[in-house]
DNA sequence: CGCGTCTTTGAGATCCGTCAAGGCCGGTGG
DNA sequence: CCACCGGCCTTGACGGATCTCAAAGACGCG
């Protein structure tokens, strides 16, 4: 097997992972986590690198460990739909599929724990409580992908704008779940590019933009310079824009 | 615990059932079966029956014997959204969310098979073949609601139209595999109003109708006088028109 | 400073939604 | 049997939201 500085180099490397605390990992037993831990292997890749390709074959299988993912599906003509965003402590990978049925290209820097696909599967085999956490974490998946669907598929321009910065809001204050409330709670870091921002949307670049400026002239958000941070003026309007009172 | 006959009847119940064949019954042992089986009820419903609604707490896990159910989620003004159809042999009830998250309506006559939610999950923790089974169908759903976002979030709505139709094909295709390509294989019976379509495509009744008579101008297919039959005259075209190469 | 990339803004075209009217069908009741 | 009614689908006219094409502005980088 592996030494113990090896094991304990790995085990350690997963104490700090964010998966640990939130995500697939969260909840192993120490043994599992050995047994995890000797099969990864981490794996660095930089803004625009494509890390699977729609119709390849399927053989990743990976936890994000920090940096924003998009994955997408592209019509033949070009056309492209972001259909999920990942971020830490997130998967990466299908482990059934015999093909990538989207592409998976990173927004930011990325560093990846990878698994090779097929032994994770065995593992799977004999750690019911692993396969429960991916069960749960598809069904959180299919959760949003039928959020997106409704807003894609129902709300106007302006309505979409407002419930991707809302529901970015909400997710980097679950990430770091401070007081609410406090100035800059309300700054959010734009990961995305306007053409990004159409491609999750449903929308042109120039449509994004322009309702970005309308929120801007209804003192709804403030933008900076590059407009990539936007300052959060009337949370309640933007949340009543969202539509998400749920 | 039951008596033979009683278990007897059940088994025999589950022996013609699709999701035996197709769904998650599909290579349970005699053992499970005979558990899943003796928690299980028959319900009916009729079209239009509401079987559990958005919000409202889940109490509910049950397969569709037949019939044809609608998933929707929708706005606090009623704008509303198709996020899924279920047909034989699919799943009705997240098991893991406390509240439902969207609607379920018949579309058509429903049978459904009913277990308690509860007892169906306490089953799952010994049941480790059950659970994939579940996480597999978990996935499947995913990536459908994916390929719908791609549909409504980029195609115009000659696209969409022509998708959903493919779709219904193929749907109904794999559901009675004989030879393709025969006429009456061409024949689509829509199971939805214009309506539901729209609000499956994220469109209005109107615009569907308009763009369902401009198929049939062009050729690519006839309607019947209620418009609720479709002879596909064009297939290549309609597949062209859906984008569905893949 | 010049270049490329991204964003903003504008003008015009197009697609789709809205509102409204009319048609077709099945069901009901006189 | 026929007239009436209601639901659903179709069709038309119009307006508005979004897309397309184009140009100009802002910023980072060499």
Redesign the pocket.
């Known amino acids: 097997m592996t030494s113990p500085s090896v094991a304990s180099r790995l085990t350690s490397q997963c104490g700090s992972c964010p998966s640990r605390a939130d995500g697939i990992c969260c909840g192993l037993t120490s043994d599992e986590l050995r047994l995890v831990s000797g099969m990864m292997r981490h794996r660095h890749f930089v803004a625009g690198d494509q890390i699977i390709h729609q119709d390849d074959v399927s053989e990743l299988f990976a936890v994000v460990v920090s940096g924003t993912i998009k994955l997408t599906r592209t019509l033949s003509d070009g056309r492209e739909q972001i259909v999920a965003l990942l971020a830490e402590a997130d998967c990466l990978g299908d482990l059934f599929a015999r093909e990538n049925h989207e592409t998976a290209q990173c927004v930011t820097d990325v560093v990846l724990c990878c698994f090779p696909r097929d032994r994770f599967k065995a593992l799977l085999a004999d750690h019911p409580d692993l396969e429960r956490r991916l069960l749960t974490l598809a069904t959180q998946d299919l959760d949003d992908a039928r959020d997106w669907l409704l807003t894609i598929g129902r709300?106007?321009?302006?309505?979409?704008v407002a419930t991707f910065l809302v529901w970015l809001l909400t997710k980097q204050h679950r990430a770091q779940p401070q007081c609410m409330q406090t100035p800059s709670d309300l700054v959010i870091e734009?990961p995305?590019?306007?053409?990004?921002?159409?491609d999750l949307l449903?929308?042109?670049?120039?449509?994004?933009?322009?309702?970005?400026?309308k929120l801007?002239q209804a003192d709804v958000i403030k933008?900076?310079?590059?407009?990539?941070r936007v300052f959060v003026e009337d949370l309640d309007m933007l949340e009543r824009l969202a539509h998400l009172k749920r």
Chains 1, 2 share one sequence.
């Open positions: 709300k106007n321009a302006t309505e979409k734009l995305l590019s306007r053409q990004e921002m159409g449903g929308l042109t670049m120039e449509t994004v933009s322009r309702h970005m400026t801007r933008l900076d310079a590059q407009g990539h």
